[in-house]
């Protein structure tokens, strides 16, 4: 059922590449936690957002690719759904792809509240793939992408190789203490940084706007 009044619009951003084999029924299955938690029957039901500039949940056929840029109304209750989103997506996803999901808190007024009053927005960020070696790869290229961003503005990117080294060797050191009890593949690769999420910084976090 709609949730009026809710505290929270929660919106969930993200684009995971999927397995050429994975069907409609599999990806329906997949996000029921996010359109059966909107109140919806099927995902062609629940699949628009509350926000109709917003392109909602999508199946890019061509691409094999599931886009999300979607807002519900909702409340704590609603990362018990992204848990169970994610858990289905990895058996789908092709790759390693990142979620975010932001909590706005839709009793805070910036401009005409008390100055005092702290809103209780989040933000999460989640990790979807097919093994965990997938998952540490798509967490390392956002890591390299944001301390790379962050530290131009005082060193040039030529000087920075040392650093994305040591990032590399935390995550080499991460993947081998899992290789003694799982089979999770390849190491995470160095390189430049793969598509991430910028300005994981202060203030309230805008909207997508598309």
């Not at 702290?118 to 944001?146: C, K, T």
């Not at 991430?196 to 202060?202: D, K, N």
């Amino acid at each position: 059922m709609p949730r009026y009044n809710a505290p929270f619009e929660i919106h969930v951003h993200g684009d995971v590449p999927l397995r050429p084999d994975a069907s409609f029924d599999q990806i329906q299955e997949a996000l029921k936690p996010l359109w059966k938690y909107a109140g919806a029957r099927s995902l062609a039901d629940g699949a628009n957002s509350v926000y109709e500039e917003e392109p909602g949940i999508r199946f890019e056929q061509k691409e094999h690719v599931l886009q999300i840029c979607w807002t519900v109304a909702g409340d704590e209750d609603f990362r018990q759904a992204l848990d169970e989103m994610c858990m289905a997506l990895n058996e789908l996803a092709e790759q390693g792809a990142a979620i975010e999901v932001t909590f706005y808190d839709t009793d805070f007024d910036e401009e005409e509240g008390d100055p005092e009053e702290e809103s209780r927005d989040d933000f999460l960020m989640l990790f979807v793939g097919p093994n965990p070696a997938a998952i540490m790869q798509i967490q390392r290229d956002l890591l390299v992408e944001d301390v790379v961003n962050l530290m131009e503005r005082h060193f040039d990117g030529a000087e920075l190789g040392g650093v994305v080294a040591e990032i590399d060797k935390l995550f080499g050191d991460r993947f081998d203490a899992l290789v003694n009890s799982l089979e999770i593949g390849k190491r995470p690769r160095g390189g430049t940084g793969g598509a991430g999420s910028g300005g994981h910084g202060g203030g309230r976090r805008p909207r997508h706007l598309h």
